[in-house]
């Protein structure tokens, strides 16, 4: 029988990443509608920065799950909870925009050299295929054609 996602997720996120996770909604809850950047947010949590990294790696596999308002990040505010739609597209858009260029690296720097070397591989060309309609999504994304 096939696994489900949400166990396979659940069987890699520890629980203690998730209880970081809801020591920082709990932090941010004091603070909202501001929000905290991350020094301030290990101050407050008194968890470490690594710490904080996985805990809000887990808020975000959590978030939706448990319903829990968006968190994102900017310059201005740091991490804040958000439920401006206006927001969380140009928040969005940014993370496809991220996703893009990082697809558009292992593309150039990882599949084109492999591809000049195994120009004949099935495994290759199927990658590269899955790799294209990724970036195309995310440049979709990133990037809408006006209404």
């Known amino acids: 029988m096939p696994r489900s996602r ?18 920082i909604r709990l932090a941010l809850m004091e603070t909202a509608p ?5 020094p301030r947010l290990m101050v407050v949590t ?5 710490q904080i990294v996985r805990g809000l790696a887990a808020y975000r596999e959590l978030a939706g799950e448990k319903q829990w308002p968006p ?6 505010e740091g991490y804040h909870f958000c439920e401006d739609a206006d927001e969380l597209e140009a ?26 070397l195994f120009p004949k591989s099935r495994w290759l060309a199927y ?11 995310l440049d979709m994304i990133a990037h809408p054609q006006p209404q």
């Open 46 to 50: 008194e968890l470490s920065g690594s």
């Open 6 to 23: 949400k166990t396979e997720r659940d069987r890699r996120r520890s629980p203690s990443a998730a209880r970081h996770a809801d020591t």
């Open 71 to 76: 968190l994102v990040w900017s310059w201005e």
């Open 91 to 116: 928040w969005e858009r940014q993370w496809a925009e991220v996703k893009y260029t990082q697809i558009s690296s292992v593309i150039t720097g990882v599949l084109d050299p492999h591809e000049r």
């Open 34 to 38: 501001a929000g905290l950047k991350k």
């Open 127 to 137: 990658v590269i295929a899955q790799m294209n309609a990724i970036q195309s999504a």
